[in-house]
């Protein structure tokens, strides 16, 4: 059963980067697309974006300009990048996998989750 | 942009009593509709796709329906361990967007 594991910093300050990586387990790394997804406290899920083995990206169009999501398949790893945070990027990032079935798509495995926090 | 909204925002039920949780989209997505449940602290995980087929291990005391605009899930005889947060997601495959719901949280 695949099995994703992320990290990177918690912790930033306004105009900072923000780095996470993703690493599959247990599994082929051909899967549709793996996707980068957030949820601030207390709110709902927003999707953040995407990425296939081919490393063709989708980008949620409200951060569409600070984004990059790129993947290293020699070590079945894709990574995020979100440029100039600001505190409403607070929030726990998770990476996921976008699976389907019967022509549905939905993501069907997690990360556990990385929290970060901006703050000055 | 597709909205999506859920009702209700809280739902308070008692031991085996059943859950009835509504989504509403703002136009028609025909069954590009997925639940999730997700727990405190917890990352979330797929209960219902295409609107009404279940996930890969997923008890079959959940149950999704619906089309276009109007979907629902159902819960049957509900536990403790149910108790979450429940949300739901549409898509768009061109331009790929997924967008959730708001969620609600069922309380036992």
Redesign the interface.
């Known amino acids: 059963q695949i099995q994703l594991q992320q990290w990177g910093a918690g912790l930033l300050k306004p105009s900072e980067t923000l780095s996470l990586t993703c690493s599959v387990h247990g599994g082929s790394f051909s899967g549709l697309?793996w996707?980068w997804?957030r949820q601030p406290p207390g709110k709902?899920?927003?999707?953040v974006g995407?990425i296939n083995q081919n490393g063709n990206t989708?980008y949620?169009?409200s951060l569409k300009s600070r984004v990059a999501i790129f993947l290293d398949t020699s070590k079945t790893q894709f990574s995020l990048t979100l440029r100039s945070v600001n505190a409403t990027d607070t929030a726990t990032y998770?990476c996921?996998r976008l699976g389907r079935?019967?022509?549905?798509?939905?993501?069907?495995s997690?990360?556990?989750?990385t929290p970060v926090t901006v703050s000055s | 942009e597709i909205v999506m909204t859920q009702s209700p925002a809280t739902l308070s039920v008692s031991p085996g009593e059943r859950a009835t949780l509504s989504c509403r989209a703002s136009e028609s997505i025909s069954t590009n509709l997925v639940w999730y449940q997700q727990k405190p602290g917890q990352a979330p995980r797929v209960l219902i796709y295409g609107a009404s087929l279940r996930a890969s291990g997923i008890p079959d005391k959940f149950s999704g329906s619906g089309s276009g605009t109007d979907f629902t899930l159902t819960i049957s005889s509900l536990q403790s361990e149910d108790l979450a947060t429940y949300y739901c997601q549409q898509y768009t495959t061109w331009p790929p967007l997924y967008t959730f719901g708001p969620g609600t949280k069922v309380d036992i």
């Open positions: 697309y996707a997804i709902t899920l927003e999707w995407e989708n949620n169009p998770y996921a079935t019967y022509g549905k798509y939905y993501f069907d997690w990360g556990q989750g």
